[in-house]
C-alpha cells in the first residue's frame, strides 16, 4: 500500500518542568522510508523527543501523530537499559515477546540471534554489557512496525560490533519504515544515514539531508556537527 502522508508530525510540541524547558515548540516532520539521525549534546531535548514519540510522556503543548494517529503499535522503542528480568533466558525472552506481541516475528528473532552468535539458553544478566543491548536490538527490529526509536543502540558494544550491529538494523526492517536513531557516535553510524536532527536547548537548529550537508559544505556530517555545537575537541568522543 502506497502512503503519500508524513508517517510523524510534530507541531509546537512543548515539555516543560517547572520553569525548565526541555523541549520548546518542536515542529518537524518525518517522512516514511528514511533513516534519521537525531543529533544533539546531553541536554538538548533528544530523550524528552524520543518519550513524548513515543506515548512515555505527554506534552505540555502541542500534538504528536504517528500515521496520523496515536497508535501504540507503530511505535517500537529500544531504550539504552533494558528493563527485561535478568533471570530470564534469552530463549524465554524471545517466547515472552512472541506471546505478548502479536506483530513479534519469532523466526526473525531466531535468525538474528544466530546471526549476532548470542547464547539463547545463557540468562540475561550473565551476558556483558554489549551482549544484552544486543538481545534488546533483536527484540525491538523482531517487530513490525513503521516506526522504530533507537536510543544509542550501539552505545554499548565495541567498535568493531558496530558495522555489524547497524547492518543488522538495516537488514530488519521494512523499506517502508522510518527508523529514529539517537547517538553520539555520529562517525559511525553517518554512512547509513538519510537525514539528520540537530536539536539544541529543545529546539531544531537544523534538519536536513546526510546529502545537501556534505555536497554544500564538502564536510562530513560529524564535522559539521561538532561545528555548529563547538563543545568537544576533534577528535573526541561524546561521553555515552
Known amino acids: 500500500m502506497e502512503h503519500n502522508n508524513p508517517l510523524v508530525v510534530c507541531s509546537g510540541l512543548t515539555k516543560t518542568y517547572g520553569s525548565f ?4 515548540h518542536l515542529d518537524l516532520t518525518l517522512e516514511r522510508g528514511r533513516f534519521i539521525g537525531l543529533l544533539g549534546p546531553n541536554g538538548s531535548g533528544k530523550t524528552t523527543t524520543i518519550k513524548l514519540l513515543n506515548g512515555l ?3 505540555t503543548a502541542g500534538t504528536v501523530t504517528i500515521d496520523g494517529l496515536q497508535k ?3 511505535m517500537i522503542f529500544q531504550d539504552s537499559t533494558s528493563s527485561l528480568n535478568g533471570r530470564m533466558k534469552v530463549a524465554d525472552i524471545i517466547d515472552f515477546f ?3 506481541y502479536r506483530d513479534f516475528d ?3 528473532a531466531t535468525e538474528m540471534l544466530n546471526t549476532l552468535n548470542l547464547p539463547s539458553l545463557s540468562r540475561l544478566k550473565a551476558l556483558s554489557k554489549g551482549n544484552r543491548e544486543k538481545v534488546q536490538l533483536i527484540l525491538t527490529m523482531s517487530r ?3 516506526l522504530y526509536i533507537l536510543d544509542e543502540p550501539i552505545a554499548g558494544v565495541d567498535p568493531a560490533a558496530r558495522d555489524f550491529i547497524l547492518q543488522t538494523i538495516l537488514t530488519n526492517y521494512s523499506p517502508e519504515s522510518t527508523v529514529l536513531i539517537s547517538t553520539h557516535l555520529i562517525a559511525d553510524i553517518e554512512p ?3 537525514e539528520v536532527i540537530f536539536l539544541k536547548e ?3 537548529v537544523r534538519h536536513d539531508s546526510t546529502d545537501n550537508i556534505r555536497g554544500a559544505e564538502g564536510k562530513s556530517v560529524d564535522e559539521v556537527f561538532r561545528e555548529v555545537f563547538r563543545t568537544i575537541p576533534m577528535g573526541g568522543e561524546w561521553p555515552c
Open 192 to 194: 547509513v544515514l538519510d
Open 21 to 24: 524547558t526541555a523541549l520548546d
Open 72 to 74: 501504540e503499535r507503530q
Open 144 to 146: 513490525r512496525a513503521q
Open 106 to 108: 519469532r523466526v526473525k
Open 98 to 100: 512472541s506471546d505478548f
Open 202 to 204: 529543545g529546539r531544531v
Open 57 to 59: 510522556l505527554q506534552p
